[in-house]
DNA sequence: AGGTTTCGTTAGAAGCTATCACGGCGCCTG
DNA sequence: CAGGCGCCGTGATAGCTTCTAACGAAACCT
């Protein structure tokens, strides 16, 4: 017999339909994209009418937003268990390609064209620290103290985003430069930017990433 | 009096309203962003009734390729009066940026999150590799000939979208990777993830360019 | 067992894309 | 210059969407 539970039925029942909910969601994205997701084909597809799932999402935007934060979840936990299990600088590079390649759709809600009005949580920029404090450990790792490049010296007047990590300005540096660099590659690829040009994104990824890591580690000699 | 038209009245007369009806997208665009962009709403905005712009566009999905190509059209002529006008690597790249700043929502209608079922005709890639051609004129008068990396070998087999132009590989290499970094910084800036973290957006770009220069370029002692 | 809360329904307003049939104006030609 | 062909804009209509409102029924808690 089940052990006493603090949730009531309802609540279980509650959260259960959300989840059922989002999970038709996002087959719907894989196969249409976000523009297309439709509350109303997704209560048809569940056997219920339209405004039932005004219930469960006070609307749209809400399931969105939600979608929002599960993939920027998604993205941090990757990267968590990627870090957690020794990963170093390309070991978080190929975690970031992992996650991204496994389903683009996901990849553009967190980092494609943002919606006018909207404006991210505190929830969801909490998220976006943490995946970069993760980050900044792999680079504090290897980074020896870096020549202070001019942007390395704005940013440490500038270092507020880093949360009070004691990473060196060479280090904030590199870690930006991973992000954009990477974030460059992996959207023009998943963006189709580069089909009919023949050559392999994998290669030109781990070109990019090589030279990341030319330049800003070399301390482990 | 004005010389000889062949274009009939009616011709012009059509032209002429199909471009208004492109200003006005491009209003709400720039308001609204491209996914909220009515195809009612423009024509009220113009005085008309809904379905009289069927008369000029075949429907949305065409208003809007048309403005993706124009997007890009503008783009390539931005770069192409820059390098007209003598700008080498840095002079590409600051137009590039210029151009994106100008209109955030422009930048997104080409390199944003495509459209689920969208496939760029031979008229858009064909502006893409025209300004691929300017790239890779700016940075053949640039790089001296270039150690041989891993990926530029890969590209030297793999050459086709170069659409034969006589760069070495090393200037490939480098002009994609001009592409992917700018795109990378300047799509995160313009997403806005960089807001909140307190640093001059600016100021990454310039570094970022740095880094593109002092690897790429060291011929012109 | 009764009362309250929550669920799912149908109905409806407002918006959108897109098609159709119709009337009228304008252009080109004879 | 007048006739006729063709294009333009309209209103009506179908079908889709989000989202609100009112109602009945079911389930939960006391």
Known sequence: M??????????????????????????????????????????????????????Y???????ITELIHDAYRSLADALGAASASGADVPGLAHALRGWALEDPHRYFLVYGTPVPGYHAPDEITAIA??????????????????????????????????????????????ALSFWTRLHGVLSLELAGHFTGMGFDPALLFA??????????????T
Chains 1, 2 share one sequence.
Do not use: C
Not at 11 to 24: D, F, L, N, P, S
Not at 139 to 145: C, K
Not at 207 to 220: H, K
């Open 57 to 63: 999402f006070a609307g749209r935007d809400e399931l």
């Open 2 to 55: 089940p052990e006493k539970d603090p949730t009531t039925p309802r609540e279980r029942y509650r959260t259960q339909v959300r989840a059922e909910v989002k999970e038709h969601a996002w087959e719907q994205i894989a196969e249409s994209g976000a523009s297309a997701l439709s509350l109303n084909a997704i209560a048809k597809r569940m056997g219920m009418s339209g405004p039932a799932l005004y219930r």
């Open 129 to 174: 620290s943490e995946m970069m404090a993760l980050l900044l450990d792999a680079y504090a790792a290897l980074v020896p103290d870096g020549a202070a490049t001019p942007f390395g010296t704005h940013l440490e007047e500038h270092r507020g985003w880093a949360d009070g990590h004691a990473a060196p300005p060479a280090a904030l540096h590199r």
């Open 207 to 220: 070109a990019e990433l090589d030279d990341l890591l030319e330049r800003g580690g070399r301390s482990t």
